[in-house]
């Protein structure tokens, strides 16, 4: 009951939210951008390449809003903001005459109707893997949750080696545009040759999938891939930080299995010597995944030390004893091989 209520609060707020604010999303093409991972990078790069081609383009994503060029520290502990601060958003780039908007959404904010009367004009998938299934409590109902950015678009722009592919051709409306690195789709490595400075096989997908939005919207290959090259990546996605120390340092907001397990390959690519990972699991979510994670360090990293990652009202002793756990599967499974 809870759970419809508060959905029903937000399909309602924001509803009036549109109202007061005009439906301001009606008046600029509006590049709506999910999946369980990678969705904050091709936001910000999908944001670069038209802000470089010369378009009026704003941003709303995890790490800031820029309205018209200018920069808000908005504090969301959510990634997509209130249905009221979002509408309020748009249409504050619309007065300002921006012509594109881009918007980073989570599986929330689509489940909670947060963007109810924001028409999407491009929906993008990056990928679906586990995540946050103690809100939505079956792979399914996040799947279904993530597909609601399809609905009612003009192109839909999914992963093709995505494991949650043939799902979401089905789910989606408008035109189907694929971009992959190990399958064949309407925009690959193979076909535009792209050199990202990011570093990482997940990121190239990342960049596949802001190439081919850029490509919709008409904007010139020179332009997508000197814009690719020239992006650095955000603050904690892959960020090396610069220790001055005899060996490399990486911070990664890998708070999922999948996140993890390609930031580990990632690490591992770059670097001849021991790859050490630290990290925790956050209070309160989704349990689950803490012992997929432990087996994930330990089948990819050398050393894994576990910490806190905002505990909440959780014993932080029991968190990482989860995550350990896992850790200790991951082992046994090493054991019986060598046995065998």
């Not at 949650?164 to 051709?169: G, M, N």
């Not at 190990?182 to 990482?200: R, V």
């Not at 010139?220 to 690719?228: E, G, H, M, P």
């Amino acid at each position: 009951m809870t759970f419809f209520f508060k959905n029903f609060l937000h399909l309602f707020i924001a509803g009036l939210a549109c109202i007061y604010y005009r439906f301001p999303a009606r008046q600029i093409l509006v590049i709506g951008v999910t999946g369980t991972s990678g969705k904050t990078t091709t936001a910000h790069l999908i944001y670069e390449i038209l802000k470089n081609a010369g378009k009026k383009v704003s941003l709303v994503s995890t790490i800031e809003a820029v309205i018209n060029n200018t920069s808000y520290d908005t504090g969301f502990h959510v990634t997509t903001p209130s249905p009221w601060a979002l509408q309020k958003f748009i249409r504050k780039a619309v007065d300002g005459k921006s012509k594109y908007f881009v918007l980073e959404v989570t599986s929330h904010a689509l489940s909670q109707a947060r963007v109810f009367g924001t028409s999407i004009d491009i929906g993008v998938v990056t990928n679906i893997s586990h995540e946050h299934l103690d809100y939505h409590k079956t792979r399914e109902n996040y799947r279904m949750a993530k597909a609601k950015i399809l609905r009612g678009v003009k192109y839909s722009v999914i992963n093709r080696d995505d494991s949650s592919f043939p799902f979401l051709v089905k789910k989606a409306d408008g035109k189907v545009v694929t971009f992959a690195t190990d399958s064949e789709a309407d925009y690959t490595q193979e076909k535009l040759n792209l050199k990202p400075s990011i570093p990482g096989k997940f990121n190239l997908q990342n960049c596949l999938a802001a190439a081919a939005v850029a490509s919709i919207l008409k904007i010139d290959k020179d332009t997508i891939a000197k814009s690719i090259t020239k992006f650095k990546g955000i603050a904690g996605r892959m960020e090396k930080i610069d220790a001055k120390r005899p060996f490399d340092i990486y911070i990664d907001f890998a708070h999922k299995p999948d996140a993890l397990k390609q930031a580990l390959l990632t690490a591992r690519d770059e670097t001849e010597n021991k790859l050490i990972v630290i990290f925790g699991c956050a209070g309160l979510r989704d349990r689950l995944k803490r012992p997929m994670m432990g087996e994930i360090a330990a089948k990819l990293a050398d050393f894994t030390i576990l910490t806190a990652e905002d505990p909440r009202t959780e014993d932080v002793r029991d968190i990482i004893g989860q995550i350990a756990d896992g850790s200790l599967t991951a082992g046994a499974e090493e054991e019986n091989k060598k046995d065998k």
